[in-house]
């Protein structure tokens, strides 16, 4: 009899921790009001239906207040973002590698950009990707579907532990660091950086980690299980639709 109570009472906490683990994530008022911002671009709202970027966000739990970086930003679809999560009493810094300015000037992009009154709480930060530094302790390091490209020729293949450590020691105390890209297949390692823009999950874990910082769990909002990872992100048939980890590490508080 205890035995089939004991059984019983396992049944019903995986029953409970399978429904948890299931249920969908909430939403805070200030996530979602950011993303609503009319002031986003049409360029932006666009691409809000493969990129989900409620979810995202209130995953990697940026909130009113934060200092936030967002490292290699693209075109600042996040940037613009964050600016709103974080408020008046917050700020977002957009980190451009030097290592960019190359494809900067080919594109004849002005950097830094013009001041954009909507969003005042943003400015520019600009060195070596490997000596990443903000002017104040952050509460969230940010890079989305970047991280693979640190492998590759364009950016000298800056060492990784470097980078890491830099992106370590910006981080308060507790603060988190996101990293979103696109997956490769497993045991890949960075075979496919340069060829397909893809990367390993395990290697990011693996180097992130030993740069001091623990896991602190994983989104599987961009997740896509028919990406064979075979294809090149930009090959129009997956474009935006590709199979995406998130991933969240934080630093230790000790």
Same mark, same amino acid.
């Given at each position: ?5 004991? +059984?019983?009472? +396992?049944?019903? %906490? ?9 249920? $969908? ?14 002031? #986003?671009?049409?360029?932006?709202? &666009?691409?809000? @239906?493969?990129?989900? $970027? ?9 909130? $009113?207040?934060? #200092?936030?970086?967002? %490292?290699?930003?693209? =075109?600042?679809?996040?940037? =613009? ?6 408020? $008046? ?9 030097? @290592?960019?300015?190359? %494809? +900067? ?8 950009p013009p001041d954009d009154p909507k969003f005042a709480n943003v ?12 002017? @104040? ?56 950086? @340069?060829? +397909?823009? #893809?990367?390993?999950?395990? %290697?990011? &874990? &693996? ?5 001091g910082f623990v896991f602190a769990g994983q989104s599987d909002a ?16 997956? =474009?935006? &639709?590709?199979? #995406? ?7 230790? =508080?000790?």
């Open positions: 009899m205890k035995v089939r109570i004991a +059984l019983s009472a +396992l049944a019903a %906490l995986c029953l409970s921790a399978s429904v948890n683990a299931a249920a $969908p994530q909430k939403i805070p008022a200030y996530v979602t009001a950011a993303v609503a911002n009319p002031n #986003r671009t049409e360029a932006d709202t &666009k691409q809000d @239906e493969n990129r989900k $970027p409620a979810d995202v966000v209130a995953f990697a739990g940026v909130k $009113p207040g934060d #200092r936030v970086a967002d %490292l290699i930003p693209g =075109r600042g679809y996040y940037t =613009r973002i964050f600016s709103g999560v974080v408020g $008046p009493k917050g700020w977002v810094y957009a980190f451009v590698p030097s @290592e960019m300015d190359p %494809l +900067l000037k080919k594109n004849n992009i002005t950097f830094p400015s520019y930060l600009h060195t070596p990707i490997a000596t990443f530094v903000a002017p @104040e302790k952050l509460d969230v390091v940010w890079t989305s579907q970047n991280y693979h490209d640190l492998h590759n020729k364009a950016f000298g293949q800056p060492d990784m532990a470097a980078v890491n450590k830099a992106v370590f020691d910006a981080l308060k105390p507790g603060g988190v660091y996101i990293v979103l890209d696109h997956a490769a297949a497993a045991g890949s390692g960075a075979n496919d950086t @340069e060829t +397909l823009h #893809r990367i390993d999950p395990a %290697l990011v &874990k &693996k180097e992130v980690l030993a740069a961009l997740a896509d299980p028919t990406d064979d990872h075979t294809k090149k992100i930009f090959d129009s048939a997956i =474009r935006g &639709k590709t199979d #995406r980890f998130i991933f969240k590490f934080r630093k230790p =508080r000790k």
